[in-house]
């Protein structure tokens, strides 16, 4: 299955470089996420933020994070996938570089959504509930 039909209808929100970490973790509570894209313009990707930078930051600057900013926990180097991706491709990059967010790009490289590894697996746990349902279809109404 391509990557569109689990991100139709979804926003992606973005946060800039310059912002502060309090900014960022109300921002992702607020939200209810657990990343968010990096970005000045809310097209150009410049990082991505999660959850777990935050925690990573804390020991041994704990006494510095409000004064950080997200560009100092900000992950630079961020994989990417277009609509046309299918889920085992983003399922193996996912699982092959240990990320658990990935944000759509168009064939410009602009910013369009961002999908989960939770959106990921409930999609595939879907379209392998819809084979098993007519997999046993199947076999009912050969008898």
Do not use: F, W
């Amino acid at each position: 299955m391509k990557i569109s039909r689990i991100i139709s209808g979804k926003d992606v929100q973005t946060i800039s470089a310059n912002a502060s970490i309090h900014d960022l973790v109300d921002s992702l509570k607020t939200h209810h996420i657990g990343a968010l894209v990096v970005s000045s313009d809310g097209k150009r990707i410049d990082g991505i933020v999660s959850e777990r930078d935050v925690v990573r930051a804390i020991p041994g600057n704990l006494d510095l994070l409000t004064s950080m900013c997200v560009r100092d926990i900000m992950t630079v180097d961020v994989r990417t996938c277009t609509a046309d991706s299918t889920t085992e491709e983003l399922m193996k990059m996912m699982t092959e570089h240990r990320i658990r967010h990935v944000p759509v790009v168009d064939a410009e490289g602009n910013l369009v959504s961002i999908v989960s590894i939770g959106d990921v697996i409930k999609n595939h746990l879907g379209e392998i509930e819809a084979e098993n349902h007519a997999l046993r279809d199947y076999v009912a109404s050969a008898h």
